[in-house]
C-alpha cells in the first residue's frame, strides 16, 4: 500500500488507494426487455444502499427464512428457487445490469413477491443493508475463480470477507459455496478451514451433494458431459 499500513492512513495523506471489490465490471449491452422489466419492476422489487440498514420483516411484510444469493447472473437459478419455495424470502445481489433486467423478467414472467434485487457490491451491501444475524443463507455460486496465480488475491473468497458474513448469517445460518473449478474449490476449503467460527457441514469434512434447493443449470449439464466436476461446500456458523 506504498507504505502506508492502512485505508484511513492512505487517505488522510491524500492518497487514493482502491479497494478490493466483489467483482469486476463488465457491463453488456442491455436489450429493450431487459430496460422494460427494470422500469417496470424496479419500484417493487428493487433494493438501494441508499435505503441504509434495512428491515427485512418490513421489506417482505412478513417474518421468514431469509436467503441471500450473491452474482446470479442472469438470475435463472434464483428465479426458479425463489418460486419453488415461496416460505423463504430471497435477496439477489448483481452488479451488471443486464442481468439485473434479465432476473427481474423472469421474476414477474413467475408473478413471484418473495424476491428483492440490489443492482451493487455485494461487499457494501452488507456492510451497509443487512443487519447481523439477519440471514439463514448465503450463496456464492461459480465465482470467478481468477485462474492465475497473481489474480487469486481478487477472488471473493478471503479470510476477511468469511468473516464479514460470518456476522450477518444466523447461529445456524449456512454459507454455500458452489464452483466449477477444483483449485478454487481447494483454496475455498483452505479458507474456510481456518475460519473461525464456522464448521463444515460434510460428513467427509470437504465437499457435499448438490442440495436439492440448487438448480442444476444449462452450463453445469454441459460441463458434466465434458467430465467437468462441481464442488458444493457448505459450512454452518457456529458461533
Not at 414477474?108 to 413477491?113: D, P, S
Not at 464456522?198 to 453445469?220: G, L, M
Amino acid at each position: 500500500m506504498r507504505g502506508f499500513k492502512t485505508q484511513e492512513e492512505a487517505r488522510a495523506a491524500g492518497v487514493y488507494i482502491s479497494e478490493v471489490k466483489s467483482f469486476v465490471k463488465r457491463e453488456g449491452r442491455l436489450t429493450n426487455a431487459q430496460a422494460k422489466a427494470i422500469e417496470q419492476n424496479w419500484p417493487s422489487m428493487g433494493l438501494s444502499v441508499q435505503q441504509g440498514m434495512l428491515d427485512l420483516d418490513q421489506v417482505f411484510s412478513r417474518n421468514a427464512k431469509r436467503v441471500v444469493e450473491i452474482g446470479f447472473g442472469m438470475g435463472k437459478s434464483l428465479v426458479e428457487m425463489a418460486t419453488n419455495t415461496p416460505a423463504e424470502d430471497f435477496i439477489g445481489i448483481e452488479v451488471h445490469k443486464p442481468g439485473v433486467g434479465a432476473c427481474l423478467a423472469l421474476a414477474n414472467e413467475a408473478n413471484i413477491t418473495n424476491l428483492r434485487i440490489f443492482e451493487h457490491d455485494a461487499v457494501e451491501v452488507l456492510k451497509l443493508c443487512l443487519a447481523e444475524q439477519s440471514i439463514d443463507r448465503l450463496q456464492l455460486f461459480f465465482p470467478d475463480p481468477w485462474h492465475k496465480k497473481r489474480h487469486h488475491k481478487r477472488r471473493i473468497v478471503q479470510s476477511d470477507f468469511v468473516q464479514h458474513i460470518r456476522s450477518k448469517l444466523k447461529i445456524g445460518g449456512e454459507f454455500h459455496m458452489a464452483t466449477d473449478w477444483e483449485p478454487y474449490a481447494i483454496h475455498m476449503l483452505e479458507v474456510m478451514n481456518d475460519a473461525e467460527g464456522f464448521s463444515n457441514t460434510s460428513a467427509t469434512q470437504d465437499y457435499v451433494e448438490r442440495p436439492a434447493y440448487r438448480p442444476i443449470t444449462k452450463f453445469e449439464v454441459r460441463g458434466q458431459k465434458l467430465g467437468h466436476g462441481v464442488w458444493d461446500i457448505i459450512f454452518k456458523r457456529d458461533a
